[in-house]
């Protein structure tokens, strides 16, 4: 990884949460203005569908490290056989 790319994780990881939640929602309207604009068939540049949500991946791995969640996926209990 070259140090760009580590230096826009750690500014990332290094923001308040609240302006993190601020830039998540950003970026949610962002993605809706990007949907939106496809259906309607403006002119939109493919590539930005992928960086918008993985841009939003990233904060919101941020933003759940700071919390010290668990991961967001859990195991399902097992039934059993019946």
Known sequence: MDNTAAAAKAAIRNRPTSEQRAELLKLR???FS???QRVTGQVVKPDQF???RKRI???KTAIR???G???AVAAKPSRGKK
């Open 34 to 36: 990007l949907r939106l």
């Open 69 to 71: 969640a668990a991961p």
């Open 57 to 59: 991946a990233r904060l």
């Open 50 to 52: 992928g960086k918008v």
């Open 65 to 67: 490290a700071q919390a």
């Open 29 to 31: 309207k962002e993605q």
